[in-house]
T-cell receptor, first 112, second 112 residues
Framework: DQQVKQNSPSLSVQEGRISILNCDYT??????FLWYKKYPAEGPTFLISISSIKDKNEDGRFTVFLNKSAKHLSLHIVPSQPGDSAVYFC???????????FGKGTTLSVSS | DVKVTQSSRYLVKRTGEKVFLECVQD?????MFWYRQDPGLGLRLIYFSYDVKMKEKGDIPEGYSVSREKKERFSLILESASTNQTSMYLCATQFRGNQPQHFGDGTRLSIL
């Protein structure tokens, strides 16, 4: 049973527009959430995280929103750039904050 | 910057062989992890370690074992390789709980 779900396998966006990647989770014990970006033949790179005591966290062009009641988080990328084209993974952990549960990923394509 | 080094980028082994994948980190992180990534399945945790000689099973430990004799090195062992263990293997480290994990570039392992 998937505890972290990324229901959109792919997303296509034009350069300069907003990219919104979504993630749902089922385990109410999850306390810490992260987004990673992965290029082919490289390991995942940490992008941004949020703890359950917050509902928003920003870092430059990247903003993560957390809706605990809906068990939903989203990553907004504004403005999108062609270099953002990659696979994006959502991940979650419980209060111990060690083992991560990953979603299956969303492939983002940003066209110029 | 955190550096996580995996000993091989590509590896080809035969069914029944004992296979060792090595991971070394240079940042004195407490926690280390082994994942495998398969198309359509995201990243799945095999084993992790929170201290020297300590280990915990992840979601898919069957057919694998691990060794952590020194803090900076975490080894994944395939006791008797099988074709269904063909995958991308990713090592990660974490300073402590509720911190991001940092990944190596992965080892693409093919079992023939």
């Amino acid at each position: 049973d998937q505890q972290v779900k990324q229901n959109s396998p792919s997303l296509s966006v034009q350069e300069g527009r907003i990219s919104i990647l979504n993630c749902d989770y089922t385990n109410s014990m999850f306390d810490y959430f992260l987004w990673y970006k992965k290029y082919p033949a490289e390991g995942p790179t940490f992008l941004i995280s949020i703890s359950s005591i917050k509902d928003k966290n920003e870092d430059g062009r990247f903003t993560v929103f957390l809706n605990k009641s809906a068990k939903h988080l989203s990553l907004h990328i504004v403005p999108s750039q062609p270099g953002d084209s990659a696979v994006y993974f959502c991940a979650a952990s419980d209060q111990a904050g060690t083992a991560l549960i990953f979603g299956k990923g969303t492939t983002l394509s940003v066209s110029s | 910057d955190v550096k996580v080094t995996q000993s091989s980028r590509y590896l080809v082994k035969r069914t029944g062989e004992k296979v060792f994948l090595e991971c070394v980190q240079d940042m004195d992180h407490e926690n280390m992890f082994w994942y495998r990534q398969d198309p359509g399945l995201g990243l799945r945790l095999i084993y992790f370690s929170y201290d020297v000689k300590m280990k915990e099973k992840g979601d898919i430990p069957e057919g694998y074992s691990v060794s952590r004799e020194k803090k900076e090195r975490f080894s994944l062992i395939l006791e008797s390789a099988s074709t269904n263990q063909t995958s991308m293997y990713l090592c990660a480290t974490q300073f402590r709980g509720n911190q991001p994990q940092h990944f190596g570039d992965g080892t693409r392992l093919s079992i023939l």
